[in-house]
Structures are given as C-alpha cells and as structure tokens.
C-alpha cells in the first residue's frame, strides 16, 4: 500500500496510515472488542487529530460530526445516572473513537478514502486465510480472529464490496480473488441473514447498473455465484440453517423476548436511558450483555435524544448519497443493507465494525454532502487542541488502569498471589469507579484463603465483595455472592 501514494499533505498522509494502522490492529486485535484495545485506540486517534489539526490548521466538517459527537457527549452524560457507572464509561470510550476516526477519513481525498476500502477488502480476505489455516472456528462456523461469526461476516460482505469497488477503479483481476476468497469466509461464518442481506445487495446493485454492459455482465455473475453458494449452503442442510432465521425460529423468538423486554425497560428510562451496560444489570431473566438490536440499544443507554441523534446520523448521510446520483447508489444501498442488520444483531459492539459503519456514512457526505473544510486561526486551534490534548491523557490514563487489572487477573491464574495484589491495588487506586477491580480483589483474597488456610483472608474479600455491591446495587450477582460468603 505504500507506493505510488499521490502526492498529498505530510497531514493527510498521516491520517491516510494511521487509518491503516486502526484497520490492520483492529483485525488482529478481535475488532477492538476488548477494554485495553479500544481505549489505546482511542488515544491513537485523539493523537492523530491533534497533528492533523495543527498541522494543517483546517479541520472538514460534516453533518455526521454533529451527529457523532452529540451521541458521544450523550454517553459520556448518561455515566452520571448510570446504573453500571464502570460500564458507562466503557461504553462511552468504545463510541469516542467514532468522531476522530470519522474527522480523520474525511480529510481525505478521494483517491485515498478508495485505497482505504481496497485495504479493507484485503482485510478481509487475510482475516478469512488466517481463520482457516489456525482453525478459528466454533461450533462449526468460521470467527477468524473476532469471536463471533455474525460481525466477521459483517466484515467480509463490506470487504467483497470494497473488492468490488477496488477492480471497478483499477481493473485488476486480483480483486475477483480477493472477493472469491471473501465470499468463500462468508459461507464458513454460516450467518444467515448477512448471506440473504449480501445476495439481496448484489441483485439489486446488478438491477441499478444494468444499463452499463460490463458491470452487469460482471455483477450478474458475481450475484449469480453468490446466489449459487447460498443455496449450496441451504442444500447441504436442507434448508434448516435458513427456516432458523424464520419470525417463529427458535432463535429469533429468543431476540423477540430480548427486544420486547428492552422496550419495556426504555418506556420506564425513554427520556435519559440506563447508561451503557445497564442492560446487563437490569434485564430479569438471564445475563445479556447487549439488546441484539442496535436502534433499542442506543435508545436504551442514552435516551430518546441519543436515538434520534443515531437515527438523523444516518439519515443524512443517504440523503448525501443520494444529491449525488446514480453514483451514490452503491453507497447508499451498502448503508441500507448495514441498517438492516443493525436491526437483529450487536455488530456495533465491535469498534472495529462501528467504524467501518461510520466511514460508510462519511464516505457518502464527503462526496455528497454539503461539507465544509473550516480554516483555525490560532484560538479555534487552541479551541480545538485542548479537548484533544484532554482526551489523549484520559485514555491513556484508562489504559494504564485497566492494563493493571488485567495482570492482577493473569497474576492470579499462575497463583502470584503477591504481584496480583500489587496490580489490583493499583488498577483499584486508578479506577475510584471500577467494580470490577474490588470483584478482582475478593476472587484473589478467597483464593488465598482457600490456598493457605487463613480466615483473615476470607473476611477482607467479604469486605470487597461488599465494596463490588455497594457500588452497583442492582448487580443481583453480587448481593448473592455476598449472601453466600456471609453464611
């Protein structure tokens, strides 16, 4: 990727590689999907926008910034009456690192925002390579390095398209392998909504360009293999992989209960939410983490404003696909398909995927929209500099915190009672707000206690295990813990 770079800005050839950066870490790292990855990544990008701010002294704003960072500021606030403050501010850290990496792909030309999505496509097909040959499978079904085969099919069904993309630009009969490759990882993940959703896409791009012969020549036999593969897939189990995403399949009944829940939780919080993770904490049956409907999800952490600010985000931005014509339709059409699966899963709680969702929105403004690159004399930079300057201090700060507690937890897997102590006191000095480090702290003073046969022990992670409960009373969990401990 490096050669034959057009000759661009020192500033936006920064971003250009710091954008690859975000991309290749992210897909070795399980998209950001862990505490410590996303809070360097945003440290990472907060950096990156400041030497691009100052060293351009210029920023290009468009109307998804607005959007992206009253969303932000919404998650930040809802910490305040969370039910989880810890998981509050995760949740928030997870969605600060969307408005630096939106600022930074829209400062972009055209010609390297189009590299960006061929190194996606490349991503993709390295991601599904590399599953295969480690044997990143479970349960059958193709996670490569994410965990979870419905966001990786996300993934490879963006990358096909930016494949795609990439030979319509270039002409380069290496994407048909790239897309091959993908398409091929698409089948192994066994997801069956993003595999309907992919041909639905295909069939309906084929319909849209069919006036220009070589695209609906290639399109139609690319629709034609992805169609054929998908009703291999049916074939081979007779066709049961796909009854189950069926509206009275076992697991969409599941997702029924979930979502009919949410909603009732949101109408008793509709004007401020719960906070993120509050979900968790709340929902009465069973432990979930996340709603498995993205719209519920945001309505449920932030509030009914939260939910427009989402909803008006991507609004907007097929409005600008739109203004530009025929050529926006792909676009437009990538972030139709990308809704409709946000609206029966949790691809959003990857980072990683979240962001390929906001520089598909900022694509489509950037080339459509009414942005504007905005000149910083030196109080605007000054203006801009400082919260950046504030935010690269607090996820570095988070990082260093959540670093010690994740060795205070590997120190207690090899019994190092002592050095586990030592980080879990730091990580606890760090993190005031941090149950999970006082949860830490009782697991490791009872494993000394059972490990050595003293009582003391016994009675200081009781008293920690109060600490955990009193700071997120609803945790029925932990009030359970604490009632067994006390008996």
Known sequence: MKKNIPNNKPAEKMSYYTLLVYMIAGALGAGYFHTRSFLALDALLFTAVLVYIL????????????FLLILTLLYWLSAIWAVDVEQALLEAGKISSLLPLSLLFAGLSRELRDRIWSAWAWCGTALTLWGLAFGLFREGRLESTLGYANSFAVILAAGVAA???????SGHKRYWIVCVIQIGGLLWTGSRAVLVLAVIGAVIYVFLNRDAQKVSMLGTMAASVLLAVVLAFAARNG????????????????RRIYWSDAFHLWLKHWLLGVGGGGWAVLYPSVYVKYVHQQYLQVALDTGVFGALSFIGMIIFSIRAGLRRGKEGWGSVLAIILFCAHLAFDIDLAYPLVFGLFIMLLTGAEAEGGPGQEIPLPRFRTAALALPAVIAIFFFSWLTVGYTSLANGESAIARQDWERAERSLIAAAAQLPWSHETHYELAALYSAIARSQGDESYMQKALEEMRTASDMIPENRSYKEMVKQAEN
């Open 55 to 66: 060293r351009t002294g210029r920023i290009k704003l468009l109307p998804v910034h607005f």
């Open 163 to 169: 494949g795609w993309g990439a030979y319509k630009l």
């Open 239 to 254: 066709g049961a992989a796909f009854r189950e995403i069926a509206w009275d399949a076992p697991e969409f009944a599941l």
